[in-house]
């Protein structure tokens, strides 16, 4: 589908007043865009009690996807636009009506075996894996840190902005984008103009000097 955007709203938005804004803003595109959920405190809670419990990996990687779940529940009752959806072919039918589609991961991703299952892979790797199922799609990684100018996918894999199993699993076609605090108050904008909020992340080898980035999902 041309122009679709991908958008991930990562799980530590969850405790700040700005959530209901990124929904406004986001209801107001203009383009063709699916929202995926990050796994937030509910996925915190799965990592928690892995060791306390002692299920495998396999099954805390099932348990976090079906974290992302509940956040994305919770994203469709705060808006006008959102619909639940599983499936590739329900993105496409929830676009054409008109509505903004969000991922329900667990039917798709458990059955991706390309995807690993074990805690390199989160939300983030996740709407990277979705975006390379679409042709053109570009990716939107909401946050709650600001990039810095001249960030590179390597640099933000390896201050941990992203998960391990992120840039293995983005497609070489897929446009990343990453959006923090700063970008909020022009984010509605851009997106009723068809653009994209955040910082263009460039594809290279250089690392941004001094990065120092505490990992956000």
Known sequence: MKDLLIVKV????????DLKVWVGNIEKSSRPLVLVPGGGPFAAVVR??????????????HMAILAMEQFGRALVSLGERLVAVATREAILREIEAGN??????????????EIPRN?????????AWLAGQFSGCSLCLIKQLDMPEGSTLEAISAAGVVDESFVKLLHPETAVHVAGPADL???????????????AIARGSRLHGGMAIEAAE
């Open 185 to 199: 108050s022009m984010a509605g904008k851009r997106l009723a103009a068809g653009a994209v909020p955040g910082r």
């Open 100 to 113: 903004i589609p969000v991922w329900m991961p667990a039917k798709l991703a458990l059955r991706a075996g």
């Open 48 to 61: 928690r009690f892995q060791p306390v419990i002692g299920f495998d990996n396999d099954a805390a990687h």
């Open 119 to 127: 805690w390199s892979v989160t939300s983030d790797s996740l709407a």
């Open 10 to 17: 990562g799980g530590s938005s969850i405790s700040s007043p």
